[in-house]
């Protein structure tokens, strides 16, 4: 390793430091003052507003007391006394002390006594000098203990600052510390991992070796371990080895706040200052830096575990397959969601039990992955790793590799980089980093979902029981309209208009705009096409320009908090132009023009007040939705569908009727009644079940449902082949969903139906 | 024509129609049978009494287009144009390039005030052309000729399957999802639903063939708007029959005319002549293929094309792409003409080009072909696909020597690029007349046809 900076071309930094600081205080001039040796008075000074020092005579204090000032027992403060050993020529005389007072927000207008309270006796002192300078203090003391006035000082640091020492004593003893240090080194390369610990490394004379209590500088000074090796370093001509050490997280300072270290060498409290030209190193270069330094430094017990340890932390570098021992790992899915909560899938190959736990970790955020997660078999990982291990040979080899979790609390994880942390048994850790998206929880679930083979996600029935719950409990809000744009005039108070909540699939408007804008049934009805923002922001000049070339009045909505098309329906909808508006998610296809007039009719034909919907066909020509019915089962009432999946000539002949309740896939609506009804609910993942949810709730509120069947939409079942599982899950959930919301309900609403 | 149409300001005072024929391509830069086609029709319709015709031809992105204007000029020709058209989205059909259609191509059509407007295809140019034309010129006719079944079917419109290459009989859209798995059915009943939706804009439709009108009929395109009316043959000199040497001389040259494409079934016809025993194929037999574009096919396909070529041998002579004027040259070389297609074909010139050389054809006994071709009459069907069908139909015309003379003497005169021209006029009157003779439903600018 070489050093960043050498000696000959070091710098003092400006003098920043605060060894020349006054101490607080307003200090007299006290030529005849000595130490009192009367064990009734004590010799005083101020180390600033609210800490002073005394000094005198007296019975061998304990450290942390209660002192009395100028004989008011409502007036008690902290005392700590440091003891020290008297002069030669004062055998058996009282041991001479020093008390340190806390005064903190204590009013003392002029203290004139201080009564030391020890083993239940009190003892009073006069101040007799005072306040004297802290170095005609601190001289004086040393004086009369025969000591160096350093040794005074150390004693009085190393009381404050020991082991439970409370935080105001180690800021005092910080006062002493700044007062009494000499420069010696400059730390020349520093950064902070991950954890919030810090890599230190620079050179000094007198080097912390080992486990120290240092002082650290950012403006302030702080209480923190620095663990420390030494290596030679040929720069400094021998004068000063060179240290590098692991100093503990202090909260809210960055390595780069960092100014100074105060540590106590062998002759005194040392300070080493950050260089002018040092180096602060990303986390990810620390540990390499140290592997390639570890040969050098001494060997120091804790310390250099320590710094070894550190060494193994996470580079950037996948380092995971370049173990030794037989566990690998693999991420399939990872995303960050938008309410601060990460789901990931993947596989752990660990048939040896080598690995003892699993972290995702990013910057400072870290979670246990292995004790959230669910597992899952994985039969590929044992073939894929067939050869690592004998026990994935065996016929009965375990496939239990994969795993789901679902962290919550992790927000923020993006604006670090993420990994996986896999922490081995024999203390040795090994990572893996991994690329996370951001996206809705219910986005991301849908793609985790997508990425799972079937047989096995519905053996282990593992997304129901661990995800869907959750989603369940997320709570998500309201659909917002964030922006309105109008791209051609709308007319004034149309009777009717059209809103197209859009599944963020432009190629869909591609298709359904011009089918709407060539029927001419339609020609001059507004339509409000709504999406999510982040759809509009990357459609908006396409949608415009759809809307432009075929002359229609079009309203862009952007919406936020938009899911699914009846979210942005209900966004939509808030800004529709006219009462009567026509609800048409943008998935759903007319067969030929004139639909809207037949259903208007019905509409009018129950004075407005009412949903009319209708017949929803697959792509297929089967029957997805055509009426809906309350019909008892034992002793419970249920909403059934009788022709789903039928062929649509099992309609011929039907006429227009109530049913119990209606999709909003495509329906003529009132926007009051809609919106005052509520509109959707937020716990369904798919659209079907929380569309027939919306309705019984209008017909709660009086708003029947009408079903139209000689006018026939077709909602083709869009997605993917690989979306088939989120498709089932999704309906396995809203049934679940709506049952538990409606069973109850359910009989006293036919009664209303009959 | 049945109707009179009303006096409008589009309308010309004689009775002379106006008509403006757009075609996806201008056989100068394009010279393929649709092309050529509608460029005959323009040259038919404009020699006909009562009629006056533009042409206007769209090109693509290999063609270099002016800043301000997708319309460019064809040299020596005032009665044509080219429309630069790009941005084209082959799954719809669509033309995302509308303000070029809305700037220029109406532009275009309001000057011209046509009183027909006769798209002889759409490809490339997008069928938001028919709305662009629909709404600049409400009263004007739109007519559009289909050529193969691009709008039922995203495999180029063939309806084979794609992998097996199997013949498709309906399109549906889980049947289109089988073919492209990457395309939802939904986006396919979508597509459907859109193309339909600009149909629905033009008052007839022309098909070169009764086959592909019914199954653009099965679509669901309204059988009563559509005519079956041939494309016209603009081509004035005749082959002579090949002058045989003496008695013992037999009609034993083949040829194959065309694109060396999988659809074209070249591999089939060189599986069938390698099949043909050494005994009946003699030395005088030959196949001549003329035609290229091998080297752009697919390489499974030309593999496949190689292995065959070696186990013909010498029974097989590759002639290379020709040109159109170099027809009666090649058509005096050759006795048979062979049309082994394995996609349904719908009017292929070649046909009609082989029957006014008076060759008679062996072709695939499926779809336009077999419409077009009668078997035993003017020619000889096999089984589509099959080499060992098409060797058996190749051995009994080189074993049947009364056969070719028998067959070509019961070969009809191909219509020309007059009849066709006169029948289109016949057509254009007719919808014109239907168009004025019952009320609209639909009042305003826009207006409903089909």
């Keep these: ?708 069947p000689q006018i026939e939409m077709v909602h083709p079942e869009d997605g993917q082949g690989s979306e088939r599982l989120w498709h089932k899950l999704v309906g396995q959930h809203d049934r679940k969903q709506f049952e538990h919301l409606w069973r109850g309900r359910l009989g006293a609403l036919k009664e209303g139906l009959q | 024509m049945t109707g009179t149409p009303p006096a409008t300001q589009d309308a010309h005072a004689d009775d002379t129609l106006r008509v403006l024929v757009i075609s996806h391509g201008h056989p100068v830069l394009s010279l393929g049978g649709a092309e050529v086609a509608s460029y005959n029709l323009h040259l038919g319709l404009k020699s006909s009494p009562g009629s006056q015709s533009f042409f206007l031809a769209r090109v693509g992105d290999d063609y270099p287009r002016h800043g301000r204007s997708a319309l460019m000029g064809v040299a020596d020709a005032e009665d044509e144009l080219l429309y630069h058209a790009d941005e084209y989205d082959h799954f719809l059909v669509s033309n995302r390039n509308t303000g070029d259609l809305q700037s220029d191509l109406r532009r275009f059509v309001r000057s011209l005030k046509p009183d027909v407007v006769h798209f002889h295809h759409f490809i490339g140019l997008g069928v938001e052309a028919l709305h662009v034309v629909r709404s600049a010129l409400p009263n004007a006719t739109i007519i559009v000729t289909l050529h193969e079944f691009l709008s039922i079917c995203h495999h180029h419109g063939q309806m084979v399957k794609t992998g097996t290459h199997a013949l498709c009989r309906t399109a549906s859209p889980i049947a289109c999802h089988g073919c492209f798995p990457e395309i939802s059915p939904g986006d396919f009943l979508r597509r459907k639903q859109f193309i339909q939706s600009m149909f629905s804009l033009a008052d007839g439709f022309v098909t070169p063939s009764r086959f592909l009108a019914e199954r653009y009929e099965q679509w669901g395109l309204p059988g009563d708007r559509i005519s079956v009316i041939e494309n016209g043959l603009n081509v004035p000199e005749k082959a002579q029959p090949r002058r045989l040497r003496d008695g013992n001389d037999r009609r034993s040259r083949f040829a194959f005319f065309g694109q060396m494409t999988p659809y074209k079934g070249v591999d089939i016809l060189l599986d069938a002549v390698q099949r043909i025993p050494e005994s009946i194929w003699e030395d005088d037999a030959s196949l001549t293929i003329f035609g290229g574009n091998l080297e752009r096919q697919p390489v499974a396909f030309r593999e496949k094309i190689a292995g065959l070529i070696e186990k013909t041998g010498d029974r097989v002579r590759f002639a290379g792409a020709y040109q159109n004027t170099d027809m009666p040259s090649l058509m005096s070389q050759v006795d048979w003409v062979l049309l082994p297609s394995v996609w349904w074909e719908n009017s292929p010139v070649i046909i009609q080009e082989a029957f006014h050389h008076g060759r008679p054809l062996i072709c695939s006994g499926i779809g336009g072909m077999a419409e077009k071709v009668k078997d035993g009459v003017d020619g000889l069907h096999f089984l589509a696909g099959s080499p060992e069908d098409l060797a058996d139909k190749m051995t009994e015309a080189l074993q049947n020597k009364d056969l070719w003379n028998s067959l070509r003497a019961g070969i009809m005169e191909p219509k020309t690029y007059r009849d066709c021209a006169a029948d289109h006029l016949k057509f254009y009157r007719s919808v014109i007349g239907a168009r004025y003779q019952g009320a609209r439903a639909i009042e305003g600018d826009l207006q409903q046809s089909a």
Excluded at chain 1, 207 to 236: H, I, M, Q, W, Y
Excluded at chain 1, 478 to 500: F, K, N, Q, R, Y
């Design chain 1, 1 to 708: 390793m070489e050093p960043v900076v050498t000696l000959e071309g070091a710098k003092r930094l400006p003098d920043t430091s605060v060894e020349h600081k006054k101490l607080a205080g307003e200090a007299g001039d006290w030529p005849d003052a000595v130490l009192p040796s009367d064990g009734r008075s004590v010799l005083c000074t101020a180390v600033d507003r609210d800490t002073i020092l005394l000094a005198g005579v007296g019975d061998a204090f304990a450290r942390n007391l209660q002192a009395v000032l100028n004989e008011d027992p409502k007036v008690t403060v902290p005392c700590t006394v440091v003891s020290l050993t008297a002069g030669a020529n004062r055998d058996g005389a009282p041991a001479p002390f020093v008390a340190i007072l806390s005064l903190d927000s204590v009013a003392v207008p002029r203290l004139e006594r201080v009564t030391i309270r020890s083993k239940g006796h009190s003892h009073p002192y006069a101040i007799k000098y005072g306040p004297v300078a802290f170095d005609v203090f601190v001289g004086l003391v040393s004086e009369a203990v025969s000591q160096k006035e350093a040794s005074v000082v150390e004693a009085l640091i190393d009381a404050l600052i020991a082991a439970n020492s409370e935080v105001k004593n180690q800021a005092v003893a910080a006062k002493l510390v700044m007062h009494v240090a000499r420069r010696d080194g400059y730390v020349e390369m520093l950064g902070q991992f991950d954890e919030g610990d810090y890599y230190i490394q620079g050179w000094s004379k007198e080097p912390p070796l080992g486990r120290n209590r240092v002082f650290v500088f950012d403006g302030a000074l702080r209480v923190a371990d620095l663990s420390c090796c030494l290596f030679e370093r040929k720069d400094t001509g021998g004068k000063a080895p060179g240290f590098a050490g692991i100093l503990d997280k202090v909260d809210g300072v960055g390595a780069s706040a960092i100014r100074s270290l105060f540590f106590r060498g062998r002759s005194g409290w040392n300070k080493v200052d950050v260089h002018e030209k040092g180096t602060v190193s990303p986390a990810r270069a620390l540990p390499g830096h140290l592997r390639a330094l570890l040969p050098r430094l001494n060997a120091s017990g804790g310390a250099r575990a320590k710094l070894e340890k550190a060494s193994q932390r996470f580079d950037g570098r996948e380092s995971v397959s370049e173990l030794d021992v037989p566990v690998r790992i693999g991420v399939d899915f990872c995303a960050a969601t938008n309410c601060g909560s990460v789901l990931i899938s993947g596989w752990l190959l660990n048939p040896e039990d080598h690995a003892e736990a699993v972290y995702l970790r990013a910057g400072e955020r870290s979670s246990r992955l292995d004790r959230a997660w669910t597992t899952q078999n994985r039969p590929d990982v044992t073939d894929t790793f067939e050869d690592l291990s004998p026990f994935l040979g065996e016929a009965t080899a375990r496939d239990r590799h994969g795993f789901l979790a679902f962290l919550p609390d992790m927000g923020g994880i993006l604006e670090d980089k993420p990994y996986l942390e896999v922490v081995l048994r024999d203390g040795r850790s090994a990572y893996a980093p991994i690329a996370l998206g951001r996206t809705s929880l219910r986005t991301a679930l849908r793609r985790l979902v997508a990425g799972l083979d079937p047989t096995i996600a519905s053996a282990t029935d593992i997304i129901e029981r661990q995800f869907l719950p959750l989603l369940g409990a997320v709570s998500l809000s309201e659909p917002t309209v964030a922006e309105v744009t109008d791209v051609s005039p709308i007319p004034d108070a149309p009777s009717t208009s059209i809103v197209i909540g859009s599944d963020g699939s432009i190629d869909k408007l591609r298709t359904l705009l011009p089918v709407l804008a060539l029927d001419p049934y339609l020609r001059g009805t507004p339509i409000v096409v709504c999406a999510a923002e982040t759809a509009i922001d990357e459609q908006f000049q396409e949608i415009a320009r759809l809307g432009s070339f075929y002359g229609l009045a079009l309203r862009i909505v952007r919406a936020d908090k938009v899911e699914d098309t009846l979210d942005a329906i209900q966004a939509g909808l808030q800004v529709a132009p006219s009462e009567t508006v026509v609800c048409l998610g943008s998935g759903v296809v007319p067969l030929g023009p004139g639909w809207l007039e037949t259903l208007l009719a019905e509409f009018r034909k129950h004075d407005e007040g009412c949903v009319v919907t209708p017949t929803v066909l697959y792509e297929d020509e089967t029957i997805r939705w055509a009426g809906t019915w309350i019909d008892r089962d034992g002793e419970a009432h249920v909403l059934k569908q009788h022709y789903v999946g039928y062929p649509r000539r099992t309609l011929m002949g039907a006429e227009a009727s109530e049913v119990a309740a209606a999709p909003f896939d495509c329906c003529v609506v009132s926007k009051t009644a809609f919106l005052a009804a509520g509109g959707f609910a937020r716990n369904y993942l798919g659209t079907d079940e929380k569309g027939l949810d919306a309705s019984l709730k209008l017909r709660i509120a009086g708003v029947k449902s009408y079903w139209v």
